[in-house]
């Protein structure tokens, strides 16, 4: 099970820090990812960390903007986001992925939902004034 908290209504340059409950499969093991779609939109691939959390990557969109993180004692996945626009308001979805095919880094950048392991019901941002 995946359980996303800390959606909700931020202006314009804000910040929000959701997390990611997990359980029910051994979560250190798991590659990890954050997936938005916004409505009206097809999905698209946020960031992604490998299993130990040494590894990252991020949508070009996001970058320098968004943190990825875990917290593997925890069971816990992060995702920081600050300077927030207009443009990430979506509703995220924390994923998980077996690590078995995934590339070097460890961590996948897949955009469809169907394409990972396991998924939350999501979490509603939306950045306005």
């Known amino acids: 099970q995946l359980l996303e908290s800390g959606g909700g209504l931020v202006q314009p340059g804000g910040s929000l820090r959701l997390s990611c409950a997990v359980s029910?499969?051994?979560?250190?093991?798991?590659?990890m990812s954050w997936v938005r779609q916004a409505l009206g939109k097809g999905p698209e691939w946020v960031s992604g960390?490998?299993?130990?959390?040494?590894?990252?990557n991020y949508a070009d969109s996001v970058k320098g903007r968004f943190t990825i993180s875990r917290d593997n004692a925890k069971s816990t996945l992060y995702l920081q986001m600050n300077s927030m626009k207009p443009e990430d308001t979506a509703k995220y979805y924390c994923?998980?992925?077996?690590?078995?095919?995934?590339?070097?880094?460890?961590?996948?950048?897949?955009?469809?939902?169907?394409?990972?392991?396991?998924w939350g019901q999501g979490t509603q941002v939306t950045v306005s004034t």
């Open positions: 029910g499969f051994a979560f250190s093991t798991y590659a």
């Open positions: 960390i490998n299993g130990g959390g040494s590894n990252t």
């Open positions: 994923v998980a992925k077996r690590p078995d095919g995934l590339g070097p880094g460890g961590y996948a950048e897949f955009s469809e939902l169907w394409e990972y392991d396991y």
